[in-house]
């Protein structure tokens, strides 16, 4: 069955750096449904798009088609009285935009000092260059309640 809109594909796939080193090993394998339901980065998706089991595929992928560019003005130094006693670098908080009708920014903690804290809204592979590299391991036709989810169901899925 070749990869098109509505089907369910299972990966499995590994992805590195530009400098060759591991960002993440697969050890899951990746479950989607295809056909823009954005599931997977849009690139990625075209590139599997027509391909069958066991096909095998690399993926460049710069950063505007992965976690997009870094951003400085994500970053700020905040007050430490603001958060709670317990915090660490590398804890993570939502802020909601100011008006509380979008869904706020992921913010890590990424330096203690003193009485600042400094937290950055960039995901951890802003700016980076990746490499995707995976294999087809399974293409089957989603169900209809997939297909109306937006999304799949069952083993590596969603549960509802």
């Given amino acids: 069955m070749l990869i098109t809109r509505n089907t369910v594909v299972t990966l499995n796939y590994n992805v590195k750096d530009s400098d060759g080193n591991p960002v993440d090993e697969g050890q899951a394998p990746l479950v989607y449904l295809h056909g823009g339901y954005g599931g997977i980065f849009d690139t990625i998706e075209e590139a599997l798009q027509g391909k069958t089991t066991g096909d095998k ?21 905040e007050p430490r009285q603001l ?17 509380g009708e979008e869904d706020g920014v992921l913010f890590t903690i990424t330096d203690i000092a ?5 937290v950055d809204g960039n995901h951890p592979l802003a700016g980076m260059a990746l490499l995707f590299s995976c294999t087809v391991t399974d293409v089957r036709t989603a169900s209809a309640e997939e297909v109306t989810h937006g999304h799949v169901h069952g083993a590596h899925g969603h549960h509802h």
């Fill in 57 to 77: 595929l690399e993926v460049k992928l710069q950063p505007e088609d992965a976690f997009g560019e870094y951003d400085a003005e994500l970053v700020a130094i």
């Fill in 83 to 99: 958060f709670p006693d317990n915090i660490e670098v590398g804890m993570q908080f939502e802020r909601g935009d100011e008006d």
């Fill in 114 to 118: 003193d009485d600042k804290v400094v």
